[in-house]
């Protein structure tokens, strides 16, 4: 956990709540980036003298971690990062599959003209990206720099937004992470969302909805290949041992 000791050193003294959601940011970039890796142990005592912070915030920010799903509490044990089985991630992409499918198309009927502009922009800066650029990544700031959250948001229903925006968005964004830069995936993405949002311009919510979930879909199938290769690579590794 000593990793983010530098960052915090040059933190101002501030009111707990303030420190506590600063501990928050730091403690979640961190998780979702793979800087703590999954299944690590979270030390309170430890999570305290890095941070120069009382019990209490921390507790606070380590309860709103475990709201995002990003932590998980095990009996006897304590909190850890969160480790998704394979089976527990594809789940997780069946989930995201029909619901921003749903999303999309409500996004299609919904959004304004203006809100469309906009995320066009977005794709457009998308575009601009160095690491997008290089074949080596997808632009991934949170948020309303984000295509997907931007959609969510259109959608106007906000018991979609609330699940997939809130409770669900950091761990999705922590595997989206980590698996954006497979070879050739960056660029068909980035070409899936120009389509997508040409649907939704012309307000047509059926292709709409069956892009986003063939797009998610095209992820899903992603990380199954990504698990069968190093399956078969450990296999490998252990039949020349």
């Not at 990793?3 to 040059?10: A, D, F, G, P, R």
């Not at 995002?68 to 850890?80: D, E, F, N, S, Y």
């Not at 996004?107 to 906009?118: F, H, L, S």
């Not at 307000?203 to 992603?222: F, P, T, V």
């Amino acid at each position: 956990m000593m990793l983010l000791e530098s960052e915090v050193s040059t933190a101002p003294q501030v009111d707990s709540e303030t420190l506590s959601e600063h501990v928050f940011r730091l403690i979640q970039a961190a998780i979702v980036k793979g800087e703590i890796a999954p299944g690590s142990k979270i030390s309170e005592p430890e999570l305290a003298r890095t941070y120069g912070i009382s019990r209490g915030p921390l507790r606070e920010a380590i309860h709103r971690l475990e709201g995002q799903k990003l932590l998980v509490r095990v009996p006897h044990v304590g909190a850890r990062v969160v480790a998704l089985s394979h089976a527990e991630l594809i789940e997780l992409y069946e989930i995201r599959e029909s619901l921003e499918g749903m999303a999309c198309r409500l996004a299609a009927e919904r959004m304004t003209q203006q809100e469309i502009d906009e995320l066009r922009r977005v794709l457009e800066l998308h575009e601009q990206d160095a690491a997008f650029k290089a074949g080596v990544g997808y632009y991934q700031q949170e948020g309303d720099f984000d295509f997907h959250y931007r959609i969510i948001q259109g959608s106007g229903n906000r018991t979609l937004a609330k699940l997939l925006c809130d409770e669900l968005y950091q761990l999705v964004r922590m595997y989206r992470l980590q698996f954006s830069a497979t070879p050739n995936r960056p660029h068909q993405a980035f070409a899936e969302h120009h389509r997508i949002l040409d649907a939704i311009a012309e307000r047509d919510g059926e292709l709409a909805e069956l892009l986003m979930r063939r797009h998610i879909g095209a992820s899903k199938r992603n990380i199954e290949r990504h698990y069968k290769e190093a399956l078969a690579t450990s296999s490998k590794t252990r039949g020349d041992s």
